[in-house]
C-alpha cells in the first residue's frame, strides 16, 4: 500500500472540516472516508499497515490524505508522523485564538460535556485544553522541529471565509494538485456548533448526505440543500449556540489577549504578515494604532 502524502493537523475549531470536504472532492486527491482518523495520536498502536488500509487502493497516482485537528497540540504526533514519512507534507489552520477557545467551549456544550449554563470563565478553569489548543507558539515549534517550514502551509479560518477560492487554490499548490473547477463544497461552511430542534432527523439527513458524497454526487447534494423547502427547513432545524452561550468577559477577554500574546506575535512572524485577520489582533496592537493617528 502507498504511504500517506499529507495530513491536516489542526487546529480544532478553525475549518478543518471544509478542508477534508474540499480535498475529498477532488479527483487527484484519495482521503480517508472517517474524517478524523487520529493515527498519530489515538490510534497510533495499529500500525502503518492499519492507516494506509484507511484509504481506497487506487492504480493512478492519486495522492492520500487525512484531517485530524488532534494532531496539533499532540506532545507526540509531530515526532511519530516524521518518522513515518519526513516527506509528509503539513497543512495547519489557525483562528483568532480566543474566538477558537470560545468555540471549543461551545463544542464541550454541544456534546454534552458540559452543562449549557456553565459559564466561559469557570470552563476555562476546569478544562485546559481550553488554552492548550490555542498555544499556537509551543504546538507549532514542536512541528517545526520535527519538519522543514516548507512542508507546513499555514492558513486562517478567516481567510478561508473570505475568499475561500483563493485558500482552495494554495492547498492545491502546496499538494502539488491542479485546482478543479467550481469544487461543490468550497463555500460551504461547517457550523459545528449548531443544536438542532429535532437530532434524529439531522442525522438521518447527515447520513444520506454522506452516502451521497461518497458515491461522487458532491454537487447534487449542494443543490438539494438550496432547493426551495428544503433550505428553509433545515434552517428552521437549526440554532447556533452562540444564541444561547454566554460569550467571554470583557474582563476575561484582557486577561485571554495576554495570554496569547506570545502565540500571536509569533504566527505574525513566521507568517510575515504585518498584520492579521483576527478580531483580536487590533486589541492588542491599540496602542500602536493610537500613536500612528
Known amino acids: 500500500m502507498a504511504k500517506v502524502d499529507f495530513i491536516g493537523i489542526g487546529a480544532q475549531k478553525a475549518a478543518t472540516t471544509w478542508l477534508h470536504h474540499v480535498l475529498s472532492g477532488h479527483h487527484s486527491i484519495l482521503t480517508s ?5 487520529n493515527f498519530f ?19 493512478d497516482s492519486a495522492i492520500r490524505g487525512e484531517c485530524s485537528p488532534t494532531y496539533f497540540f499532540s506532545r ?15 497543512i495547519c489552520i489557525l483562528r483568532d485564538p480566543i474566538d477558537r477557545a470560545f468555540s471549543n467551549h461551545m463544542h464541550e456544550i454541544r456534546k454534552g460535556h458540559i452543562p449549557p449554563e456553565t459559564t466561559f470563565e469557570d470552563a ?14 509551543a504546538n507549532l515549534r514542536r512541528w517545526l522541529a520535527n519538519f522543514d517550514r516548507d512542508a507546513l502551509l ?27 473547477q467550481r469544487p461543490a463544497s468550497i463555500t460551504e461552511r461547517h457550523h459545528e456548533n449548531i443544536t438542532y430542534t429535532y437530532p434524529a432527523v439531522q442525522k438521518t439527513l447527515r447520513y444520506v448526505g454522506d452516502a451521497m458524497r461518497s458515491l461522487g ?18 434552517s428552521m432545524n437549526k440554532q447556533h449556540l452562540k444564541t444561547m452561550v454566554t460569550p467571554p468577559t470583557q474582563e476575561t477577554r484582557e486577561m485571554l489577549i495576554d495570554h496569547f500574546q506570545s502565540d500571536i506575535e509569533y504566527v505574525a512572524q513566521i507568517t510575515g504578515r504585518a498584520v492579521l485577520p483576527w478580531p483580536t489582533w487590533p486589541e492588542l496592537h491599540s496602542d500602536d494604532t493610537a500613536a500612528n493617528e
Open 41 to 59: 495520536t489515538a490510534n497510533y498502536d495499529r500500525g502503518y499497515t492499519w492507516y494506509e488500509s484507511c484509504f481506497e487502493a487506487s492504480t
Open 217 to 234: 454526487m458532491q454537487e447534487l447534494v449542494k443543490n438539494l440543500k438550496q432547493a426551495p423547502g428544503v433550505k428553509q427547513a433545515l
Open 33 to 37: 472516508e472517517t474524517k478524523e482518523l
Open 76 to 90: 507526540d504526533a509531530a515526532e511519530r508522523a516524521a518518522r513515518y514519512s519526513p516527506e509528509l507534507k503539513l
Open 124 to 137: 476555562w478553569k476546569d478544562n485546559p485544553a481550553y488554552s492548550l489548543q490555542s498555544q499556537y507558539k
Open 154 to 180: 499555514l492558513l486562517f479560518s478567516e481567510d478561508i471565509a473570505s475568499n475561500p477560492n483563493a485558500i482552495y487554490e494554495q492547498v492545491c499548490g502546496h499538494l502539488g494538485v491542479a485546482p478543479e
